[in-house]
């Protein structure tokens, strides 16, 4: 019996070996819970496509959004663990979801066989460009002073742009009208239309409109500032250091995927992060590229810990529940 | 003037360079033959062929897509008109008059003057856009939420003109339409409303799956019930394209169409689906026999082709000055510039002028492409229309099905589209028409979107409507166009009532 237990082990851990050298030999699908367009569309496409020549295999987006990107995540966790069936998480879906959805099907840090961060996009704090502040500290100032006439625009409840505002607004002590809009584009059309006086959101939906004077950003919420916007200091420059936030985004798969099958996708993002001309392309959009020790399947798995951790307090505390 | 000539020089000096050309080609080629499956959106088209332009540089890329995206939209009308299914939201009301010409044996001559119109109103607006682009950007910001209330008050009332018989039924279907458009995800709570429980309902229902069951199944179901009616066209076909008098008749709708697309394309939201409305809404009203529409009005055709693509091309405007999106096929466009390292704002202009303008140029060569790629095909299309009905009602079915899964990949959709055909079935038994209600749909997401953002804005005070003169202006031609739909309604059932 027990030989025979010794020969199972050792041919399943051959097969295993010989089912990872042979993966993938057929089209890798990464499920993007967003619409196709936004920032971790285009993320997840730009890396995908250096992921399917170190893999030797097409890498093709899905786009399946739906209910802040639970809806594509919790298909995707239910998917076969074979390494075909992958998905790009996100800030909302693995870190605030937990908080935002009572209901929520899967457990972000149970459920999934982690593979590795990739690009995220920093925060930017900005204003309509009549706000009466020049940095800062001015803009915190007016906002304790006014709040009862502030409007906050934010696209939607669950949106990136909702979370990291609530978490500045409880850092604030403000509580400001919460304007909501569906989706980034309507509610940056009334900002800088003036009808609303600031918001919260990722560098890329913004930057071209604060190079063109249209509205103005008061601080990057990262340690360092970016070369995208080198004007606009970071919160830590302009007195506001605890306010720390990045839209990361994150490959996952089903949880029992074979650790073989998760050390090539590793591998082959990694490659694809490194790889200069997709590197550019990542920067280009003023997105944060992580560095070496943060690309593991173990450090990503400590990481999405500490964000539901994080994030389950402040949306608890400002009443934030969607279904 | 000068500047004006020098930058279209430059635009199309880059917009007709050969490879330039072939994408420009391949896009509206591409466009129209996957806008035609029913179903098939510009929006599913262009995420689908995304990855194809990978490899183009950005101009070329963006010229690509911009091709698919006419190409899709003009797709949308075929079907509208051959097989009374609107591909989306813009060619709702080609359905009405053009599907009727069809089964009148002038399906040619619609899809003619549908290709006519579109090509003259692409060319206008695109004028509009080189010219005037920059400055009307600054008309799409005066509009804030309670405008835009204002303004779907004003398209809601126009839609009291679409009805063929009852004023009070279509004012019933509206009604449902902004129902249904208040399934979803509560925007300022976050809480799901009418959903039953059911998962794939808390992003509210999807036009394409409402439309595709509403028109789509249940005109299946129809046919399929009553055999005579079931061949599309009886008979001989008709000439294929538009007479002198058939154009003569166009020209006027064709060119009220262009400026009321152009204008409401312009604005953020969803300006743009308000443009055929509005166009068909304005020419019924002026018709000196306006109960020809309905039954095959040829400027029933031509103007709302002319707003819609007036309206797409328009809708560039704010994505090409400001750098926001003012709809989703627009937010994928974003996309696509990003992708390619491009990301849209009040520089492009200055940073890319080649970009800029040589996009600009190619929505003219664009339109004109189409022109090319329709009229010959129109011939094609309608001979389809003699394949048997047994073998035609099958392959809808199948597209229909294939195209709804394709936008978000969900078989739900499939099933939701089931129910909305018996629906729509039920409905048409009933004598009630669809058109309202799918206006109202579309109009109700937008409208309870606006009305509850400016009521937070003015801190719950309903005066902000009427305090600000663009609301109140608006609000005030929604008022006169009710008044003026509605009188002649209550007289003649005064009448009636007496008469008993």
């Not at chain 2, 002198?244 to 009321?260: C, H, I, N, Y």
Request: hydrophobic share 50%; glycine share 12%; charged share 15%.
């Amino acid at each position: 019996m027990k030989k025979f237990l010794i020969a199972a082990a050792a041919l399943s851990l051959w097969a295993g070996l010989a089912y990872a050298q042979a993966y993938p030999t057929r089209p890798v699908t990464v499920i993007v819970p967003f619409a196709a367009g936004g920032p971790t569309d285009v993320i997840a496409r730009i890396v995908g496509d250096h992921m399917s020549k170190t893999l030797g295999q097409q890498v093709i987006v899905e786009n399946v959004a739906g209910a802040g990107g639970t809806t594509g995540i919790t298909r995707g966790s239910q998917a076969a663990p074979d390494g075909y069936t992958l998905m790009m998480g996100h800030m909302g879906t693995h870190g605030a979801a937990p908080a935002l959805y009572p209901q929520l099907r899967y457990n972000p840090t149970t459920d999934f066989a982690p593979i590795g961060l990739a690009a995220g996009t920093p925060i930017l704090i900005v204003a309509k460009k009549a706000f009466p502040a020049k940095d800062l500290k001015e803009f915190a100032a007016y906002l304790k002073a006014n709040q009862a006439k502030v409007n906050e625009a934010h696209a939607g409840v669950g949106s990136v742009s909702f979370t990291t505002c609530t978490m500045l607004n409880a850092q604030l002590g403000v509580k400001p009208t919460r304007v909501a809009y569906r989706g980034t584009g309507p509610s940056l059309n009334d900002l800088v239309g003036g009808q609303v006086d600031y918001m919260c959101d990722q560098i890329v939906n913004l930057v071209e409109q604060i190079k063109g004077g249209q509205i103005k950003a008061f601080a990057i919420a990262t340690a360092e500032r970016s070369p995208a916007l080198p004007d606009v200091p970071t919160t830590k420059e302009a007195g506001l250091p605890e306010y720390q936030v990045s839209a990361w985004n994150a490959l996952f798969a089903p949880k029992g995927t074979p650790k073989a099958v998760v050390d090539r996708l590793n591998d082959a993002l990694s490659k694809a992060l490194d790889d200069p001309a997709t590197r550019k392309r990542l920067l280009d959009l003023g997105g944060i590229v992580p560095a070496g020790p943060e690309r593991t399947p173990e450090y990503l798995a400590a990481f999405v810990k500490k964000e539901v951790e994080r994030w389950t307090p402040i949306l608890k505390a400002a009443g934030a529940v969607a279904n | 003037m000068g500047e004006l000539a020098g930058n279209l020089a430059l635009g199309f000096a880059t917009a007709l360079s050969w490879q330039n050309l072939a994408l420009c080609f391949t896009g509206a080629m591409v466009g129209t033959l996957i806008g035609v499956l029913p179903g098939v959106g510009p929006i599913a088209t262009i995420a689908m062929l995304l990855p194809l332009t990978f490899k183009a540089d950005p101009t070329g890329a963006l010229i690509m897509l911009a091709g698919i995206y006419y190409g899709a939209q003009y797709g949308g009308s075929t079907t509208a008109i051959l097989v009374n299914i609107p591909g989306e939201a813009t060619s709702v009301i080609t359905t009405l008059d053009g599907h009727q010409m069809a089964r009148h044996g002038r399906a040619g001559v619609a899809l003619g003057t549908a290709a006519i119109a579109s090509f003259v109103a692409g060319s206008i607006a695109t004028v509009v856009i080189a010219a005037l682009g920059v400055p009307l950007t600054k008309l799409a910001l005066l509009f804030g939420p309670a405008e835009y209330f204002s303004l779907m008050a004003m398209g809601l009332a126009f839609a009291t003109v679409l009805a063929r018989g009852s004023v009070y039924k279509a004012v019933a279907m509206i009604v449902v339409g902004l129902l249904l458009a208040t399934v979803g995800t509560d925007l300022e709570t976050g809480e799901d409303r009418l959903t039953f429980g059911l998962q794939d309902l808390s992003d509210g229902i999807d036009f394409a799956v409402l439309a595709m069951g509403l028109f789509g199944f249940a005109e299946v179901l129809r046919n399929l019930e009553n055999p005579e009616t079931r061949d599309v066209v009886k008979g001989a076909i008709g000439r294929l394209l538009p007479s002198r008098a058939d154009l003569k008749q166009s020209l006027m709708p064709v060119l009220r169409g262009t400026g009321l697309g152009a204008m409401l394309g312009i604005l953020p939201g969803n300006g743009a689906v308000l443009g055929p409305f509005a166009s068909y809404a304005v020419e019924k009203k002026l018709a000196r026999k306006p109960e020809r529409f309905g039954r095959g009005a040829i400027e029933g055709v031509a103007g709302p082709e002319a707003a819609n693509n007036a309206g797409a091309q328009t809708a560039f405007i704010p994505l090409l000055t400001l750098g926001i999106p003012p709809n989703a096929v627009m937010a994928l466009m974003v996309g696509a510039m990003t992708i390619h390292g491009i990301i849209p704002g009040p520089q492009v202009i200055t940073k890319r002028p080649d970009l800029f303008w040589g996009m600009v140029a190619s929505m003219w060569i664009g339109n004109l492409m189409l022109l090319v790629i329709n009229l010959p095909l129109v011939g094609l299309w309608v001979r389809l229309l003699k394949v048997p009905y047994r073998l035609m009602f099958p392959a809808i079915l199948v597209f229909c099905c294939i195209g709804i899964y394709s936008i978000n990949n969900n078989p739900a959709d499939v099933m939701f589209t089931a129910f909305f055909g018996l629906a729509g079935y039920a409905l048409y038994k009933f004598g009630f028409e669809p058109a309202p209600l799918l206006l109202g749909f579309v109009l109700g997401r937008l409208m309870e979107e606006k009305l509850r953002q400016a009521l937070v804005l003015s801190r719950g005070s309903f005066l902000t409507f009427v305090e600000r003169p663009v609301s109140a202006g608006l609000l005030l031609v929604a008022v006169v166009v009710i008044v003026v739909a509605v009188l002649p309604a209550v007289r003649k059932g005064r009448e009636q009532a007496f008469q008993e």
